[in-house]
């Protein structure tokens, strides 16, 4: 029961990142000086767009959010599976 939770709250940390990191992010729940007081992690999110600005690849913001996003969901997976005994006989 205890590591199910754990795995629940792992899996919605690192979508609450993703939704960060995405241009979806919408709230501003800390100061303009940054998470932390990291400037670089602004209040507004949308990291990925300004990672990208100026690349020849700006243009495919939201499709390489996307793929990373299905990719990184999918390792996640992939390590539970590993780290979790199968049952079936």
Sequence with gaps: MIRRLCSLLL???IALILFYISRFWD?????RDG???IQALRPQGGLL????RGTPFAPYELLIWT??????LTWVQKFFDLITPN???
């Design 11 to 13: 899996v919605a940390a």
């Design 27 to 31: 709230f501003r729940l800390w100061g």
């Design 35 to 37: 998470l932390f007081g």
């Design 49 to 52: 767009a300004i990672w990208l």
């Design 67 to 72: 793929t990373g996003s299905f990719l990184i």
């Design 87 to 89: 049952n079936s006989h």
